[in-house]
């Protein structure tokens, strides 16, 4: 992450999110509110998904990326939507980033708790204001510096209920934390009152030579921009350690089945991931 704004992959999923509005059809996911936050124009952003010369150009223009960025950003607010029908009134949103959940949220009486580093909480309330996108009463900012701070003290400070139900969406995070930061991460998770839920993504180890020699050069061009891949799990991998820490309820996706999901029958052949996608999942755990 870049010390004074936003992390690269960062900024890709919020301009992903925003080219998806006026580009797919049908739309996946709906958020009016990511084009302002980024101060791009509809043509301006159909030029980037059209270019080649941009070093965002790639993942917003390959279709596949940009439909999982929006299923998994529907398929969190759907279980948020969920939890809420359930009783929840707390959602905490790590990693948050150029999410705009907090400023679309549908939901009068729940609280959302947006953790992020101080320099891209900071860069974003810039653009908040620049954009004319109000702060609504219901989200408090938990600005969390890892290096110097926990996550139990920054959501402590923000004034978050432990003892309160609640549900948390780690999104594009994971395989950038070792997986030791992972596990630290849904231990504190799993410590929150009864009932909690969590919906992250994470990326399977690869299972052949080409899938091998792919991953490990999409994890050069990331380590090359100060953003380099540290965990990979298998799916037995992570439903063996949420279910040793009490997670009993487990829904899991491939990134294909996800899309193909939303899309129903609309793409009857389905969406054929390319190989940068093939190890993507998302889950969803409660307790």
Wanted: net charge negative.
């Amino acid at each position: 992450m870049e010390n004074d704004g936003p992390s690269r992959t960062a900024l890709i999923t919020a301009y992903a999110r925003a080219y998806h509005q006026i580009a797919d059809r049908p739309q996946i996911f709906t958020d009016p509110l990511a084009a302002r936050l980024l101060g791009v124009t509809a043509a301006e952003l159909t030029e980037l998904g059209t270019s080649t010369s941009d070093r965002l150009s790639p993942a917003v223009s390959d279709r596949s990326r940009r439909l999982f960025f929006a299923a998994r950003a529907r398929f969190a607010e759907d279980a948020v939507a969920a939890a809420v029908t359930a009783g929840v009134r707390q959602v905490v949103v790590l990693g948050a980033g150029l999410d705009t959940f907090a400023y679309r949220n549908p939901h009068p009486d729940l609280r959302v708790f947006e953790v992020d580093h101080p320099a891209t909480q900071s860069w974003k309330r810039e653009r908040l204001a620049a954009a004319g996108i109000d702060r609504p009463e219901t989200l408090t900012f938990a600005p969390v510096d890892f290096e110097t701070q926990t996550l139990a003290t920054g959501l402590e400070s923000a004034g978050f209920e432990r003892t309160g139900p609640a549900i948390f969406v780690w999104l594009g995070v994971v395989y950038y934390l070792t997986p030791d930061a992972a596990r630290a991460t849904l231990e504190y998770i799993a410590g929150q009152a009864r009932p909690v839920e969590v919906v992250f993504d994470y990326l399977q180890p690869a299972n052949s030579d080409e899938s091998r020699a792919h991953q490990q050069a999409r994890a050069d061009r990331l380590a090359s921009v100060g953003e380099p891949l540290f965990s990979y799990f298998t799916s037995d991998d992570i439903a063996a350690q949420l279910h040793a820490l009490g997670f009993t309820g487990l829904e899991d996706h491939s990134a294909a089945d996800l899309i193909t999901g939303y899309l129903q029958d609309s793409e009857p052949s389905g969406i054929e991931p390319p190989r940068t996608l093939g190890a993507n999942r998302i889950l969803r755990a409660s307790r």
